[in-house]
Every structure is written in structure tokens, then in C-alpha cells.
């Protein structure tokens, strides 16, 4: 039995699965033991189902669009390039986040894979897009509708922009938009406000 679970809360997430093909996609994401992501603590096998621990996260940035969050998920997207890994479904219902601010990123069923190319930039660009402004666009276009709260020479527009045509995690972390000084505590607050939204059903408006 692992250790880390007797460590941690007793609040859990448990994934199940019951597809022939899961035991060797559950193997691989094992694999990834690294503290900025979401791995797995325990496996649990009956007959043809797989029952897959987790460290319990309250929320997701989909419960905090228009507050972008993106040196935090650049950093874990850049270990999976030095890993040579891909993540397949990367959105913001896949990034979890705690009450004091921390991000990871969960693999999910068959989210990751070997790769020997980056093709998580492509799929940022839409995490941001949706962050700022709460949806994205149609036809995978990159681009912010409310240029009057985010204008076209800001840091973060700019950013946006770079994602076209910049394929590594690792250079896009060194834009101007991350030499603004911030910290964590900005994300708490936001978190908090988040969380009581999320228990009284309110959503942010777009």
C-alpha cells in the first residue's frame, strides 16, 4: 500500500476504469511521478476493472476562467518535453487546483503519451483564450474578442500572439509577461471566491 496516502487527507479522488486496453495507459501515466502533477497513489484491480487513487484537488481553473494562471501550467508542459511525453487532452477541466494555490496537471484516461514532438502550445493557446475570456473561439482561431479589457499591446495579448508561433513550453517561459512580479497569494483569493461561487452554483459570467 502506498505510504503517501497515509500522509495526506483523507479526501480522495478514485477513477475507474473497465476497459481491456486501461492496465498498460494506467501503467504509463505511473510512470510520472513528479510533484507538479496529479499521479497516481494507489491501484486497486478487480476482475475487469481498475480503480485508480488520486490526491483529492477541489477545483479545476475551469472554476476561475478570466484569471490566467499560465507560468504555473507552462512549467509542467515543459517537463513533459524534457520527458518526451505528450498530453493528448490538455484543457482547463484537467488542471486542478488546491485552496492555497497549487496547480497540477491530471493525465486522465489516455492523456498521455510518447512523443517525440511539442504539440501542447496549440492546445494552451485555447487553455488562455478561455481563461481571459471565459469560452474559446470557433475554428481553432487564436484571438481575444474584448480587446478593451485586454489590449492589443498588452503583455498577455502579446503572449497569446507567440503561442502561434512558438513550440516550446521552456522559450514561451521566458516572455516579458512572467518578469511582472506576482504571487501566489493573488491565486488564493481567487480560489476562495471560486470555491464559494462553485457551492452556491453561481458561475462567472462570460
Known amino acids: 500500500k502506498d505510504s503517501s496516502l497515509q500522509n495526506n487527507s483523507s479526501l480522495i479522488m478514485v477513477q475507474g476504469f473497465n476497459r481491456p486496453e486501461t492496465k498498460e495507459q494506467v501503467q504509463s501515466i505511473q510512470k510520472i511521478q513528479h510533484h507538479k502533477f496529479l499521479y497516481i497513489q494507489e491501484v486497486f484491480f478487480y476482475k475487469n476493472t481498475i480503480s485508480a487513487i488520486f490526491k483529492f484537488m477541489p477545483l479545476s481553473l ?3 476562467v478570466k ?4 507560468n504555473k501550467i507552462l512549467d509542467r508542459l515543459s517537463y513533459l518535453e524534457r520527458n518526451g511525453l505528450k498530453h493528448q487532452q490538455l484543457k482547463c477541466s484537467n488542471m486542478l487546483i488546491d485552496y492555497i494555490g497549487n496547480i497540477k496537471i491530471y493525465e486522465g484516461y489516455k492523456a498521455i503519451i510518447h512523443s517525440s514532438t511539442h504539440q501542447h502550445i496549440k492546445a494552451l493557446s485555447h487553455v488562455i483564450i478561455q481563461l481571459i475570456q471565459g ?6 482561431v487564436v484571438g481575444i474578442d474584448d480587446l478593451y479589457h485586454w489590449p492589443s499591446n498588452s503583455y498577455a495579448i502579446d503572449f497569446l500572439l ?3 508561433y512558438i513550440s516550446k513550453a521552456a522559450k514561451l517561459l521566458k516572455h516579458l509577461l512572467f518578469q511582472i512580479p506576482w504571487h501566489s497569494r493573488y491565486i488564493q483569493g481567487l480560489i476562495s471566491l471560486a470555491n464559494v461561487w462553485l457551492n452556491q452554483g ?5
Open 135 to 140: 469560452y474559446t473561439k470557433k475554428d481553432d
Open 202 to 206: 453561481y458561475k462567472y459570467p462570460a
Open 62 to 64: 475551469s472554476n476561475i
Open 162 to 164: 507567440a503561442t502561434i
Open 67 to 70: 484569471n490566467p494562471i499560465i
